[in-house]
């Protein structure tokens, strides 16, 4: 019944390490996104995509890299690790609509720790 | 670009007592939402509002939007432990698909 569901929930590794963080929603909904949230819960977007075409790229450093093979899932790729990455990652989506009203669902979140 | 600063960024209160949370920006909003987020959670919508000056309850929590459509308070009536948690504002970024959030206030009841 989750809707919004994320794997890993932790990942810790080490500096320099490639990661990949992988989210899947049951909600039939066309719009997903990446958020970070940082040590003092600021939560900060990265991408979005809609219908697997990337919409929103913020000023995200390149070694992120989304990825969405289908509506349902939105994986991201994290390329050499650094520090500055440890924080918690969500995975959202919503139903388009010409309202930006529609409710975002968020998964549970990845807790990333770079040693 | 649009900001948006909640205060306080934390309240720590006793069990009964009443609160309200502030979101204010210098932008207009065309909605702002309310989100609730528990430790180790993701964040749960509570609330959309939409027309300035509208007032939107929800059991114990009542949210109001701005005449102006600039700011938006949540109030929270006779606290409970249960409503311990980060409380989020949200806004559309105008024009675009993109969410920006508040800075967040994190609330601890106390039994």
């Known amino acids: 019944d989750t809707a919004v569901s994320q794997t890993p929930k932790y990942l810790v590794t080490q500096m320099g390490n490639d990661k990949s963080i992988k989210c899947e929603q049951n909600?039939?909904?066309?719009?997903m996104y990446w958020y970070k949230q940082d040590s003092k819960k600021f939560l900060k977007i990265m991408f979005s995509?809609?219908?697997?075409?990337?919409?929103i790229n913020e000023t995200v450093p390149n070694r992120f890299s989304p990825k969405s093979p289908d509506k349902a899932h939105l994986n991201l790729h994290i390329n050499s690790l650094e520090l500055g990455d440890s924080a918690v990652y969500f995975c959202?989506?919503?139903?388009?609509?010409?309202?930006?009203?529609?409710?975002?669902?968020f998964g549970p979140g990845t807790r990333l720790l770079v040693l | 670009t649009q900001l948006l600063e909640q205060s306080p960024q934390f309240l720590s209160i006793q069990e009964g007592e009443n609160l309200t949370v502030y979101c204010n920006s210098s932008?207009?909003?065309?909605?702002l939402q309310w989100y609730r987020q528990e430790p180790g959670e993701g964040p749960v919508l509570l609330v959309t509002?939409?027309?300035?000056?509208e007032v939107k309850k929800l059991k114990r929590l009542t949210f109001q939007f701005g005449d102006a459509r600039k700011d938006s308070s949540l109030h929270i009536t006779a606290a409970q432990p249960g409503d311990t948690g980060l409380y989020l504002c949200?806004?559309?970024?105008?024009?675009?698909?993109?969410?920006?959030f508040g800075t967040g206030t994190r609330l601890k009841v106390l039994a």
């Open positions: 959202a989506s919503r139903r388009t609509s010409g309202s930006l009203t529609e409710t975002q669902y």
């Open positions: 909600l039939g909904h066309d719009t």
């Open positions: 995509y809609n219908n697997k075409e990337l919409i």
């Open positions: 932008s207009v909003f065309s909605s």
């Open positions: 509002v939409v027309t300035g000056g």
């Open positions: 949200a806004g559309p970024d105008s024009g675009t698909y993109k969410y920006i």
